[in-house]
């Protein structure tokens, strides 16, 4: 790793903290196109979750395919209520 992408990173963590973000989204990290450590019932836990929390907004976030650059990214995360992702 390099001293640019700490400082980067440093800084981009210094102005989200300073933001007052609300917790809204509850995550699930969709990792079909991994070789490993992926859901096979992605759409399925979907289903079955907004039935049990309608009240609640999911998002189905794929590293990949929903590239967001880094404070993008940073900020969603810190929006979220709770991560639903393998282990």
């Known amino acids: 790793?390099?001293?640019e992408l700490f400082t980067l990173l440093r800084?981009?963590?210094?102005?989200?903290l300073k933001k007052k973000l609300t917790q809204k989204y509850i995550i699930i990290l969709d990792r079909e196109d991994a070789s490993s450590r992926k859901l096979e019932n992605v759409d399925e836990i979907l289903i079955n979750l907004r039935d049990k929390f309608p009240k609640e907004t999911f998002i189905k976030w794929n590293s990949r395919r929903d590239?967001?650059?880094?404070?993008?990214?940073?900020?969603l995360f810190n929006q979220a209520k709770a991560l639903i992702?393998?282990?």
């Open 1 to 3: 790793y390099t001293e």
């Open 11 to 16: 800084n981009s963590l210094t102005k989200l």
């Open 67 to 75: 590239q967001k650059n880094l404070e993008e990214t940073m900020i």
């Open 85 to 87: 992702s393998p282990h």
